[in-house]
């Protein structure tokens, strides 16, 4: 076979960035090699570029070795469409990668044998736990590379549009749990190549590749170098897939198995680029010691009483919290040094500290919402402008300005979950955090630092200034996560809803009650969605539970395992909440492109040696807006509700009547009620027994969680063929809303009322007075009269598909930013100001006999 020198240039790959490996088209670069040790002399772990840039450059070998530009294949001409000889271009020139890659693995194999083979004698090279963790996993790489290749080479070889290479591609994604294990050993086995080439010359030798003289490799190349080529590879597959999906049509059978691949080589990059901590920093002290930049980020602190927007920035030895200094227009922003704490000193909240917390004031969640769909409106604003005529660049950078006054608005008041940090010798420092995932990311990476043998230390002011005037060289994150900050070609993220099915997880060691929660990011913070029911007493759950989640421009979803603790001694001193123990957590970005074929994807999370397995799916907001009219009239979701009324012989359908029956029973004090999301298979199940008449449901309702029962109401009102308050009449109701005479305004939505149809308007009243008892017992369920107002009003008026195509909405999802608010408001409304007594209404119309 041809030599990997050949290989080399016979191949010219496109160059990878990373922050401090750099490899060449020549192989491993000397000077990166330099560039990626810390000041303190100690090795780190480089970022993985996860991102595409531009496609590889393919490169054939002339007759002297060097490289020259690729030859087009048959009929890949100018003016002929490409198609899948792109596509057969890009893999032919990775197949040629992969030989080069195999050649760098058996490199690595090559001295492993013999020094197994010394190990177990009188004079042994290396130990045999030596050269296991610098060798570790290499052999399976190598193994499932060659399947690879071998499975590969045949298809290009035979290429024709009926060739397929996605399931190849899609095998080797899914074995991206050994290159885990092996990135989770990289920096010990280079450690340990480095010590042990020092400690021992004849290791030295072998190590160098150049006393491998027929491999034909530059003498200069190491082990520790090629111990890299393995992350390298993770990257470049990925790049390729890229490439790949852009050159096969969509209704190929292999565009869904290499878009699962890619999914799975992204969700792996990413999961990787979080653990290893890519773009650790170091600043030099006065005295000459090396001080690393860990972990940046902007939180709220809570000082003097009031919410504060800080930069955190933890090195390896201390905390220090700074603000953004005010400077004039042109001059370099500079920070300002609130505090800092040494790591030496900070502990975290004991369970039997007796300080009491101070008062966090936390703004009513209606108000919250409120601001998301101001947002949201100004949003649609700056797209109208943007496609309006030129000229009008002064009101959109206006509108930016608003927009990023109200988004950092949110930001600051939206956290509500304490992370309290102490010094032992003196105060503490409150943070509000948006999520539990980032609280046990923040401690998790301050306990790790603690691990390590601290000494208490102390800035002068001088070290201070020159400490904090090189967090802003430093930092990592250089914004505050709000829309405003990304640039216009940034993905805005996932508007709809997200189904997602939490299976099963393994790898716990010993048996404990486990359920998992999930959360999306929503207006440049983490939201907690769902949570799965608790499992006792397993290492191996088996939850199987589904949530429909609603996305608000998110692009990540994390899930988080916890074990819950029923032990009322531990509870926590600053949200007085029993603490549950995060077992493991981890996080998948949400990509349109592979989640728009709206199939189900299965994928698992590692966190911590445990994986959780799940599925999900996503519905546009476009398509989740569309009422469809079920087929059955014998059924009641999808079936207007005059018929259901008429057949039952009733005013109000009986799935509403036993859906508020048993929330008032025992879910009126559930924290949440209405806006946690129930169990989708239990939904559907309440569901299928409705629509079929079971004469089980009144025992599955007692026995099902509430959030489905909850849930299953909400269905029913958002499947009806018209909304509750019907298509005819919104024009008006959203008129009616708009006055601002409250004279007029009452008496246009009371005409509005007595225009209902009388199961619409019977079914309405009755809801209206469970939801005013939902929202008496606020101080329990946290569920005020505006986030019942939130969650039932767009689902009970919503414009018809006519309104929507009459001119000034286009899309589904200018409906939701341009007219959500109004219909919140006018369920709001009629919630605070009741049409007649619910008194009078019970005495005047039997709303729950059976009679017509």
């Known amino acids: 076979s041809v030599t990997v020198l050949s290989q080399r240039k016979a191949l010219l790959y496109r160059r990878c960035s990373f922050k401090y490996f750099n490899y060449n088209t020549d192989g491993y670069d000397g000077d990166a090699a330099e560039d990626r040790k810390s000041q303190d002399g100690s090795e780190t772990m480089p970022f993985i570029d996860e991102s595409p840039t531009m496609s590889p450059s393919l490169c054939a070998c002339g007759p002297d070795g060097e490289a020259i530009s690729p030859v087009p294949p048959e009929g890949l001409l100018p003016g002929v469409k490409k198609g899948l000889e792109m596509k057969k271009l890009v893999l032919s020139g990775f197949l040629a990668s992969e030989e080069i890659y195999i050649n760098q693995l058996e490199a690595l194999l090559l001295p492993m044998r013999p020094l197994k083979a010394t190990a177990s004698t009188s004079q042994p090279v290396l130990t045999i736990q030596q050269v296991n963790t610098i060798f570790y996993k290499i052999q399976d790489i190598f193994e499932i590379h060659k399947e690879f290749y071998d499975s590969l080479f045949p298809h290009i070889q035979q290429w024709d549009e009926k ?150 920035f933890l090195f390896t030895d201390l905390l220090l919290c700074a603000k953004m200094k005010k400077t004039s227009v042109g001059r370099q922003q500079q920070y300002e040094c609130k505090w800092y704490l040494p790591l030496a000193d900070l502990t975290f909240q ?8 101070p008062h966090i004031q936390v703004l009513p969640e209606h108000e919250i919402e409120e601001m998301k769909i101001k947002i949201s409106v100004i949003k649609n604003e700056i797209q109208k402008e943007k496609k309006a ?50 609280r046990s990311e923040w401690r998790e990476s301050i306990q790790k630092l603690q691990k390590k043998d601290l000494q208490p230390c102390h800035l002068t002011s001088v070290e201070l200034q020159v400490l904090t005037s090189s967090c802003f060289k430093l930092r990592t994150v250089h914004n505050i996560p709000v829309t405003s900050n990304k640039d216009d070609d940034e993905t805005p993220g996932l508007y709809g809803f997200l189904h997602v099915i939490v299976h099963s997880a393994k790898g716990f060691k010993e048996s404990a009650n486990l359920y998992c929660t999930l959360e999306v990011d929503s207006y440049g913070y983490f939201v907690s969605k769902a949570k799965t029911r608790v499992f006792r007493d397993t290492t191996e759950p088996q939850w199987n539970e589904e949530f429909e989640i609603e996305l608000e421009g998110s692009q990540c979803l994390r899930i988080l395992c916890y074990e819950k603790c029923y032990d009322k001694m531990k509870l926590n001193k600053d949200d007085n909440e029993i603490v549950d123990i995060i077992m493991g957590k981890g996080q998948v970005q949400l990509d349109p492109q592979t989640l728009e074929s709206k199939n189900w994807h299965m994928d698992v999370i590692e966190m911590n040696g445990i994986k959780v ?56 004090d559930e924290v949440g009620i209405y806006r946690i999301s129930g169990v989708a298979t239990d939904i559907q199940a309440l569901k299928a027994a409705f629509d079929t008449n079971t004469k089980d449901i009144l025992v599955m309702l007692s026995d099902m969680d509430i959030n489905a029962i909850a849930g299953t109401l909400k269905l029913y009102f958002r499947e009806l063929p018209e909304p509750l308050l019907t298509d005819r009449l919104y024009p008006a109701f959203m008129e009616g809303i708009a006055l601002s005479d409250p004279a007029a305004k009452e008496n246009c939505m009371m005409h509005l009322l007595r225009s209902l149809p009388d199961p619409n308007l019977i079914t309405f009243l009755t809801l209206l007075e469970h939801l005013k008892r ?79």
């Open 163 to 312: 060739v397929t290479v996605g399931h190849l591609f899609q095998k080797l994604a899914s074995q991206l749990g050994v290159y885990k294990a092996f990135v989770d050993n990289y920096k010990t086995a280079v450690e340990t190549a480095e010590k042990c080439s020092l400690a021992n010359s004849q290791f030295q030798k072998i190590s160098e590749v150049g006393a491998w003289p027929h491999m034909h490799i530059n003498t200069n190349t190491q082990v520790m170098a090629l111990l890299y080529k393995p992350i390298d590879r993770v990257t470049r597959s990925t790049l390729v897939l890229h490439d790949l999906l852009k050159h096969t049509p969509k209704d190929h059978p292999d565009f869904p198995l290499l878009q699962d691949a890619l999914r799975i080589s992204q969700n792996f990059l990413s999961s990787i680029n979080e653990e290893i901590d890519p773009r650790r920093t170091a600043v030099t002290t006065p005295k000459g010691e090396a001080r690393q930049l860990v972990k940046d980020g902007f939180l709220v602190e809570v000082s003097e009483s009031s919410r504060k927007l800080r930069h955190v």
């Open 389 to 438: 005529l030129k000229g009008q660049s002064r009101n959109v950078e206006r509108l930016r300005k608003k927009m990023n006054e109200q988004e950092s608005w949110l930001l600051l008041h939206s956290p509500t979950i304490p992370f309290r940090i102490h010094n032992k010798n003196s105060k503490s420092y409150l943070f509000l955090l948006s999520s539990d995932y980032e």
């Open 613 to 668: 397995e799940f599925s999900m799916k996503f519905t546009s907001r476009d398509l989740s807006l569309k009422r469809t009219p079920s087929k059955k009239q014998s059924g009641v979701f999808g079936v207007k509700i005059s018929v259901v009324t008429k057949r039952e012989r009733s005013k109000v359908p009986y799935i509403v009547r036993q859906c508020i029956e048993e929330v008032e029973k025992r879910g009126i």
């Open 774 to 852: 939902v929202a008496d017992k606020e101080p329990i369920n946290k569920m005020s009269l505006h986030n019942l107002g939130t969650v039932f009003g767009p689902t009970l008026l919503r414009p018809s598909e006519s309104e929507v195509t009459k001119g000034h909405i286009t899309l589904a999802s200018d409906i939701w930013s341009h007219d959500v608010m109004a219909q919140v408001q006018v369920l709001l409304y009629y919630l605070q100001h009741p049409p007649i007594s619910f008194a009078e209404l019970k005495r005047n119309t039997l709303y729950f006999s059976t009679d017509v």
């Open 350 to 357: 004991t369970l039997d500290e007796s300080d009491v917390c």
